[in-house]
């Protein structure tokens, strides 16, 4: 008897960034629920693609700053597809406020949305698995929330949703405490890179056992960990040039493609193994070590310079 198709349940997916999460998830198989607001006629389409793409979809109306709505969202998804393995919480409230202008309505507004919902949700979630689980001890579910960079590089700008952001990534930690091991939480930086890691954690979730997932795990630790370094301006993102050189060689030598198909954990290791050999008996300029920089070293470096203004200005520690 083969295993039910995979469902999970991508928060304000009707378009956007959201839109092409859900898609990225149907390519691989996936069955998406739609979760949607106010934008009907993009959730039909998104549905329908996603449907084109893995057999099955449905759309879900929820105002996800309302508590009941909130609560019945699960139950719903749960009764069209049968089942639910995963939620990517992508959905969010995003309104300009600043210290100047913040009121306790705009601060519960954000929170209600872009924390309280992503946590009923998890709950609920956590709540189905333990219910699969007394038929199907292995069961296991994903949650992935969707965070902001403007965490980890603060301004005082859209204050009350960087204060929503904040408190679903410490919500994100406690979860996945709370509700290991029936839950693995995923948590990181919005945007379009985010929305790949996004699609790589319920691949790994859904498809990856044993030392495969462990290493998996590291990976995608190990990617969160860059991205946190580089928008913390922690690192100058110029000194990771000539990195992905190695990368690319660990993964040919492996024996996996560059477009996807064939290849094996062994074999990457393999050639991250080898690359490392080649390093240490010849060794390259893949990375050097950083010495503090002034800002008018910055401004004067011909890199910088060469950028167009606006993204130079970008650069500059003000």
């Known amino acids: 008897m083969s295993a039910p198709t995979r469902t999970v349940l991508v928060t304000g997916s009707a378009k956007r960034l959201g839109r092409e999460i859900a898609l990225a998830l149907a390519r691989v198989g996936w069955q998406v629920a739609v979760h949607y607001r106010d934008s009907l006629e993009d959730a039909t389409h998104t549905s329908s693609e996603c449907t084109r793409l893995s057999g099955n979809s449905a759309s879900f109306r929820a105002n996800l700053g309302n508590e009941a709505a909130v609560r019945n969202l699960l139950p719903r998804v749960i009764a069209h597809f049968g089942h639910l393995d995963a939620l990517v919480n992508s959905a969010s409230t995003f309104e300009h406020d600043a210290p100047a202008s913040f009121s306790f309505a705009a601060m519960e507004k954000h929170m209600r949305s872009n924390t309280g919902a992503a946590i009923l949700l998890s709950q609920a979630l956590h709540k189905h698995v333990q219910e699969r689980q007394a038929t199907d001890p292995s069961a296991r579910g994903a949650v992935v929330n969707l965070l902001d960079q403007k965490l980890w590089n603060q301004n005082p700008d859209f204050f009350s949703y960087t204060l929503s952001k904040a408190a679903l990534e410490a919500a994100g930690t406690m979860l996945a405490l709370a509700l290991a091991p029936q839950l693995q939480h995923y948590g990181g930086l919005s945007g379009v890179?985010?929305?790949?890691?996004?699609?790589?954690?319920?691949?790994?979730?859904?498809?990856?056992?044993?030392?495969?997932?462990?290493?998996?795990?590291?990976?995608?630790?190990?990617?969160?960990?860059?991205?946190?370094?580089?928008?913390?301006?922690?690192?100058?993102?110029?000194?990771?040039?000539?990195?992905?050189?190695?990368?690319?060689?660990?993964?040919?030598?492996?024996?996996?493609?560059?477009?996807?198909?064939?290849?094996?954990?062994?074999?990457?290791?393999?050639?991250?193994?080898?690359?490392?050999?080649?390093?240490?008996?010849?060794?390259?300029?893949?990375?050097?070590?950083?010495?503090?920089?002034?800002?008018?070293?910055?401004?004067?470096?011909?890199?910088?310079?060469?950028?167009?203004?606006?993204?130079?200005?970008?650069?500059?520690?003000?």
Request: hydrophobic share 50%; charged share 15%; net charge positive.
């Open 193 to 318: 890179l985010h929305a790949g890691v996004a699609v790589a954690a319920l691949s790994l979730a859904g498809q990856a056992t044993g030392r495969r997932r462990l290493i998996g795990d590291a990976v995608l630790a190990g990617l969160a960990g860059v991205v946190h370094v580089c928008s913390n301006r922690l690192a100058n993102p110029f000194d990771l040039v000539g990195i992905e050189i190695g990368v690319i060689a660990a993964v040919v030598l492996g024996g996996a493609r560059i477009t996807g198909g064939t290849g094996t954990v062994t074999g990457t290791l393999l050639g991250v193994f080898l690359v490392v050999v080649g390093l240490v008996l010849a060794p390259l300029p893949l990375t050097r070590t950083r010495t503090p920089r002034t800002v008018a070293s910055i401004r004067n470096d011909t890199r910088v310079r060469s950028l167009r203004p606006q993204v130079a200005q970008e650069l500059v520690p003000r």
